[in-house]
């Protein structure tokens, strides 16, 4: 029986292989395959007085998880004491969630507002594979940061040569060009097959269950190919998750001090809350009945991991982690005290000037005017002296 699974997935790759390569290099004339030029996307609401409301909502999630993300990548690379490989990780956690939040929010707040909710044949097969890259990244640096956590508190000595920096590119860099196969084999092999005329999609951004409900051709096999992939996602990044946290367990258990104990809880304590909700959502999605799945719940959920967690994840980790609260009160400080220096530079130029032109224009150059000059290029000299060395 795994003999027979095995030969099936080895035979879905290969065949996935030759459709890459066919699609790259042949001269195919694609309107022949389809007769759809774009999509219509139901969105979240088909009720216009929820239209509004819901678009300023989603917006201010949308922005609070650029914000957070890309302030949270900035602060991990240019801090130096945020330079260790939980806060590599971090740093691409944060990439992924701006990653896949993108893909799907800016066409989705757009459709709020747009007379005609329609996504281009082209464009919707790039939200797809973007889609795809990015979440199922997310899966594997979540993977990825147990394992280190599991580093750092049972074997704090061998950390630095375990965790070393090749390590945390190799952790990093192989999921990602594995995720670019996989997006590219799903996409090829969805839209090399046949449309029927109806191009409504039950969802707000192109999603591969309602788009396999548009073919006309048999689905059976990419069906089963996606379900074999997401599983395989799924469970093996679950499972060394569950098992780093479960070796975690056993050696936190085995500590004498409670304070070892409290610090090493609070170590991994944002990391597990984030693979809670990360998980949670997706296990409740894909792993329920198939009898009480339908469109709505599929999309309740799909808006909770695409706006909702990527927002949570960076205020988890900031509100948390002392670290990061101590980096990036450090940094507002440094960028506050550039902005004044600069506020100052830009005042004292400012009297420099008139000072100059009042001189100049003056015929009745008293001595309080000489004094107020020389104070004002006196303030200024020790300025450049100690800001600007």
């Known amino acids: 029986m795994e003999w027979s699974v095995l030969k099936k997935v080895k035979g879905f790759f290969m065949r996935g292989v030759y459709d890459i390569i066919v699609s790259l290099f042949a001269q195919t004339d694609k309107h022949n395959l389809t ?35 890309l302030g949270m990548s900035i602060l991990t690379k240019i801090n130096p004491s945020l330079q260790i490989p939980v806060y590599f990780f971090l740093r691409h956690l944060a990439i992924s969630d701006l990653g896949y939040s993108t893909a799907v929010g800016p066409k989705m707040l757009a459709n709020f507002v747009a007379d005609e909710n329609t996504i281009s044949y082209n464009f919707c097969a790039t939200q797809l594979a973007f889609f795809i890259v990015f979440l199922t990244r997310e899966l594997f640096i979540l993977s990825a940061m147990s394992y280190d956590c599991y580093v750092a508190i049972c074997n704090p000595l061998l950390y630095a040569v375990i965790m070393s920096q090749r390590t945390c590119w190799v952790l990093v860099a192989i999921p990602y060009l594995y995720n670019i196969f996989v997006s590219l084999l799903v996409i090829i092999k969805i839209f090399n097959l046949s449309f029927c005329g109806y191009n409504v999609i039950s969802h707000f951004y192109c999603d591969a269950l309602p788009l396999l409900s548009l073919l006309c051709s048999n689905t ?26 479960l070796l975690l367990l056993v050696a936190i258990l085995t500590m004498k001090s409670t304070e070892g104990r409290h610090k090493a809880f609070s ?12 998980y949670g959502t997706l296990i409740f999605m894909y792993m329920q009945p198939k009898s009480s799945h339908s469109f709505d719940t599929h999309k309740m959920a799909s808006i909770f991991y695409t706006l909702v967690i990527p927002k949570l994840n ?9 670290d990061v609260k101590g980096a990036l009160r450090r940094t507002l400080g440094q960028l506050c005290n550039v902005f004044s220096q600069s506020s100052l530079y830009h005042v ?24 107020m000059y020389f104070y004002i290029n006196f303030f200024q000299s020790v300025y450049y002296k100690y800001y600007y060395k």
Do not use: W
């Open 314 to 322: 960076p205020l988890i980790y900031s509100l948390r982690n002392k």
């Open 348 to 371: 004292i130029m400012c009297f420099n000037f008139f000072l100059c032109a009042y001189g100049r224009d003056s015929k009745h150059k008293s001595m309080e005017k000489f004094n």
């Open 267 to 278: 170590t991994c304590g944002s990391h597990l809350m984030v693979v809670v909700v990360f």
């Open 35 to 69: 007769v759809l030029n774009e999509f219509i996307l139901m969105g979240i609401t088909d009720h216009p007085e929820l239209q509004a409301p819901l678009f300023g909502l989603f917006l201010i999630i949308y922005l609070i998880s650029v914000v957070d993300n």
């Open 220 to 245: 059976h096999e990419i069906e089963l190919m996606i379900l074999i992939l997401s599983d395989f996602y799924l469970i093996s990044s679950l499972l060394m998750v569950l098992v780093s946290y």
